[in-house]
């Protein structure tokens, strides 16, 4: 009985030792987690841009003379050869022999520019038919499975820029048509007379192109000068964005590079490829005071323009500049990441203890960097460690 009651005792002793140690033992910290995956791993370089027309034009008048009240307004829709303006002469002599020979001769350069306009508008053409077959080429090619996905959105990017260069060409003949209509009237109006009532020959100003009111720059009636600007018009449907970027990151863009146009508005994101880098940069003032270094980088929407018909000149876009992509990609979260000597180490989750791994690394992002070695996919990771977390140290999952 009393060897009996010595095991009872020495039991319990022994359970009250335990409960007192695990009482004392630490208990785990709560941190918080994530998985290491595989997925599409993009490097950007992300910049406000703002969307403007390809082609504007500015009428101006031919003459000093006195200009109508202009009943057009912004957003109006005109045609080639519509009247937007009415000039009238001034009370005194507007015009001499001088200004007729003058005239005459802006009428002959106005023929020379309307000709070279057209031989650069043909040849523009060629480009834009061999370009379309290009791309009829490479498509039936990518079809058989001969050439990537990559060569033909190549192909199918020129084929839209060969259009879009023969339509700005095709404007270009429009408004040296225009200017030589505008240069034969002004001819025309400084041999006029005054007619049987005494009244003074009116210039018309026409619209060079088919477009929409952009911008008036003189409304009301009143004495104008001689090329002073009147209306500015343009088609919205052939929009481009422009983007200053920082001058360290324009060296990493090219021609034809892969655009995403984000918060435009719409629920999705717009394609775009580069268009063209210029090569002269400029310096701006941020919004913190520091002087930059930025250079106008001008980019093509590929997207169809059902998608961003709503879209209009000086709309603001954030414009993702997609530097390297690859899919099925191993990554950690930047956030788990700390320094260990010279190179990269996280705190990996391994049967409830934080364990120091160190790391091989390829391409970063701003929120995930590519894992060479050192994890494998569905490794937890600890994101944001504190000073306290140590190698070997009890762990829990908030």
Known sequence: MTGHRRIVMGAIVFLLLLLLAWGFMPKPVGVDTRQVVRDTLSVTVT????????????VSAPIAGYVRRIELEVGDS?????????????????????????AQAAVNTAQASLS???EAAEATRAEAELARNEYERVRRVANQGLLSQGALDAARAEWRSSQARLRSAEFNVEVAR?????????LQYSAAEPDGTGDHVSVMVTAPV?????????ESEG????????IEIGDPQALEVEVEMLSADAVRVHEGM??????????TPLDAVVKRVEPTGFTKVSALGVEEQRVLVICAISSDYAQWQSLGDGYRVEAQF?????????????????????????FRVEKGRAVITQLELGRRSGLAAQVLSGLDQGDQVIIYPSDSITDGLRVEAR
Not at 47 to 58: A, N
Not at 210 to 215: A, F, T
Not at 331 to 340: I, K
């Open 210 to 218: 088919d477009g929409r009111v952009l911008k008036l720059f003189q």
């Open 116 to 118: 070279a306009a057209t």
């Open 78 to 102: 005109v045609t080639a050869g519509q009247v937007v303006a009415h000039l009238d002469p001034m009370r005194s002599g507007t015009l001499d022999p001088r200004s007729k020979a003058e």
């Open 178 to 186: 225009g200017g030589l209509e505008a240069a034969e009237a002004a």
């Open 47 to 58: 910049e406000e841009g703002k969307t403007r027309v390809i082609d504007r034009y500015v």
């Open 258 to 267: 892969t655009v995403r146009l984000l918060r435009w508005g719409g629920d």
């Open 322 to 346: 997609i530097l390297w992509e690859q899919a099925d990609t191993l990554q950690v979260p930047v956030s788990a990441l700390f320094r260990s000597g010279d190179g990269w180490s996280v």
């Open 223 to 230: 004495a104008i000068a001689q090329g002073q600007q009147l």
